[in-house]
């Protein structure tokens, strides 16, 4: 969960890519990977797009149904817990919890300058309120907000997949620039 980590690996495989011949056009992230790539845009701002899919905007709190009330214990008695997420065991920290709310998105999303953005979220996200997506585009300066009706927060269904993928195929249309896609 080290957000720092998580900015140093993007921006490494965005420099190895451009150290390939290959134009970097866009860095898209999910929920939690939303927070990397919007970070990315903020530190460096020189990718022309960042696409924030079902971005958490306030920090500050993890929602406590998140986890079961024995982890949330184990937490406070041992500094850590086991997280089983789709198979894979994760070690979750007190700290990693600490530097999460000590992100402020509003002012990550403010210093985009140069990038584009686009917010795309779902209005019946079950684990990000579809909020977070406005109070993400009162703030970022070169925002267009997608919401897509009916969306969940993994954008499950078929359905749902084909809206994310109509508002990206837009406005990677609009944008300006070669693509990647042409290489």
């Known amino acids: 969960m080290d957000s720092q980590r998580e900015?140093?690996?993007?921006?490494?495989v965005v420099l190895r890519l451009r150290d390939l011949g290959w134009?970097?056009?866009c860095v898209l992230g999910h929920s939690k990977g939303a927070a990397a790539v919007l970070r990315y845009g903020e530190k460096f701002d020189d990718v022309p797009?960042?696409?924030n899919v079902a971005g958490r905007f306030d920090t500050s709190e993890t929602p406590r149904s998140r986890f079961t009330e024995e982890q949330w214990d184990q937490l406070e008695?041992?500094?850590?817990?086991?997280?089983?997420?789709?198979?894979?065991?994760?070690?979750?920290?007190?700290?990693?919890?600490?530097?999460?709310?000590?992100l402020n998105m509003k002012k990550t999303a403010a210093s985009i300058t140069r990038s584009k953005v686009l917010?795309?979220?779902?209005?019946?996200?079950?684990?990000i309120p579809v909020a977070d997506a406005y109070e993400f585009d009162?703030?970022?300066p070169n925002n267009e907000l997608v919401v897509v009706e009916g969306a969940t927060h993994r954008f499950a269904t078929e359905p749902e997949q084909v809206e994310v993928m109509k508002a990206l195929n837009r406005y990677l249309e609009k944008a300006e620039g070669p693509s990647t896609a042409e290489r």
């Not at 900015?7 to 490494?12: E, I």
């Open 7 to 12: 900015l140093g690996d993007l921006r490494a």
């Open 23 to 25: 134009n970097v056009d």
């Open 49 to 51: 797009l960042v696409v």
């Open 77 to 102: 008695k041992t500094g850590s817990f086991e997280w089983n997420v789709r198979g894979e065991d994760l070690t979750i920290n007190k700290s990693d919890f600490e530097e999460r709310a000590a």
């Open 119 to 127: 917010t795309i979220h779902g209005t019946e996200d079950e684990t």
């Open 138 to 140: 009162k703030v970022l």
